[in-house]
């Protein structure tokens, strides 16, 4: 976890593969990066075996681009399709179990920061409905409520799109599946309000049909709970397999999605408001200054 572990020993850089060279020389890190930079720069994932027109990886691919240290930072997620993806990317990815992910990223934390007390790490939980909100309800919730500084991401596609789809606590009222042909019977759960319940400092609903909303929501998740404790952000991320969405209209959907019930959504405590603000302000500050 620092930029020691990307850069090759003298003398070998010439003889690594051209992309891991263009990544040492032309990625992210210690240069913040835009929406309006894609394609200038080598990101940190960019292949993956996810489906095609999947909205699940452009969400992950706009949270890497939003990490404010990569070379600082630890994801945690286990069984689904984002770890296809997660797990593709320049930065360290721990595979936990069903149920464990919100607890191993506890003891995570805590370990970095005895162990590394002059530099921040991030952690961020980043996993499906399925194994975040059914099968990881426990851990996730005592993370919350002891409020460890992580942030946790969910990756919200209302199916386990992964194993052939079953309804989860996420999937919509009425909602018949291919593994679920009754309908769902209950409503939705209210992540949302638990995340208030549990008076978490950020939380955020979002549709990644606004890419630079999405970067920027992300970031201040990350950095709020580096400050404070616990953010959420739940980002609908359709499974276009599960749901027979063609290809050329995963977007659309995601627009439909976001206009009838899934609008973007954002909550601060009033420290993490004051915090992002003074923040935000110094680096509007910096960039004026940098263009002079």
């Known amino acids: 976890m620092s930029l020691d572990t990307v850069k090759p020993a003298p003398g070998y850089l010439e003889h690594l593969p051209v992309e891991y060279q263009d990544l040492v020389k032309h990625g992210q890190y210690g240069k913040k990066k835009k929406v309006s930079d894609m394609g200038k720069f080598k990101e940190l994932i960019e292949e993956h075996p996810m489906c095609a027109g999947c909205a699940m990886t452009l969400f992950i691919r706009l949270v890497f681009l939003a990490l404010p240290k990569p070379e600082h930072t630890i994801f945690v997620g286990t069984a689904g399709c984002g770890r296809l993806a997660i797990s593709q990317g320049n930065v360290p990815f721990i595979y936990g179990n069903y149920g464990d992910t919100n607890a191993v990223a506890s003891g995570l934390k805590r370990g970095l920061e005895l162990r590394f007390p002059e530099q921040k790490k991030d952690v961020?939980?980043?996993?499906?409905?399925?194994?975040?909100?059914?099968?990881?309800?426990?851990?996730?919730?005592?993370?919350?409520?002891?409020?460890?500084?992580?942030?946790?991401?969910?990756?919200?596609?209302?199916?386990?799109?992964?194993?052939?789809?079953?309804?989860?606590?996420?999937?919509?009222?009425?909602?018949?599946?291919?593994?679920?042909?009754?309908?769902?019977?209950?409503?939705?759960?209210?992540?949302?309000?638990?995340?208030?319940?549990?008076?978490?400092?950020?939380?955020?609903?979002?549709?990644?049909?606004?890419?630079?909303?999405?970067?920027?929501?992300?970031?201040?998740?990350?950095?709020?709970?580096?400050?404070?404790?616990?953010?959420?952000?739940?980002?609908?991320?359709?499974?276009?397999?599960?749901?027979?969405?063609?290809?050329?209209?995963?977007?659309?959907?995601?627009?439909?999605?976001?206009?009838?019930?899934?609008?973007?959504?954002?909550?601060?405590?009033?420290?993490?408001?004051?915090?992002?603000?003074?923040?935000?302000?110094?680096?509007?500050?910096?960039?004026?200054?940098?263009?002079?």
């Open 124 to 292: 961020i939980v980043m996993c499906g409905d399925g194994g975040l909100v059914d099968i990881g309800f426990q851990g996730l919730m005592h993370s919350w409520f002891r409020h460890e500084k992580f942030s946790t991401f969910m990756l919200d596609n209302e199916i386990y799109g992964n194993t052939g789809g079953q309804e989860s606590g996420m999937t919509a009222q009425g909602l018949v599946a291919k593994m679920s042909p009754r309908g769902k019977v209950d409503e939705k759960m209210d992540m949302l309000g638990l995340a208030k319940v549990a008076k978490l400092d950020y939380i955020a609903r979002i549709v990644p049909t606004n890419p630079a909303r999405v970067v920027r929501t992300a970031r201040r998740a990350i950095l709020i709970a580096r400050e404070f404790g616990s953010t959420y952000v739940q980002a609908y991320t359709s499974c276009n397999i599960e749901y027979s969405i063609p290809t050329p209209d995963v977007m659309q959907d995601a627009f439909d999605k976001e206009k009838k019930e899934y609008g973007f959504e954002e909550h601060f405590s009033d420290r993490a408001k004051a915090y992002i603000d003074d923040l935000e302000k110094k680096d509007k500050a910096a960039a004026k200054a940098a263009k002079k």
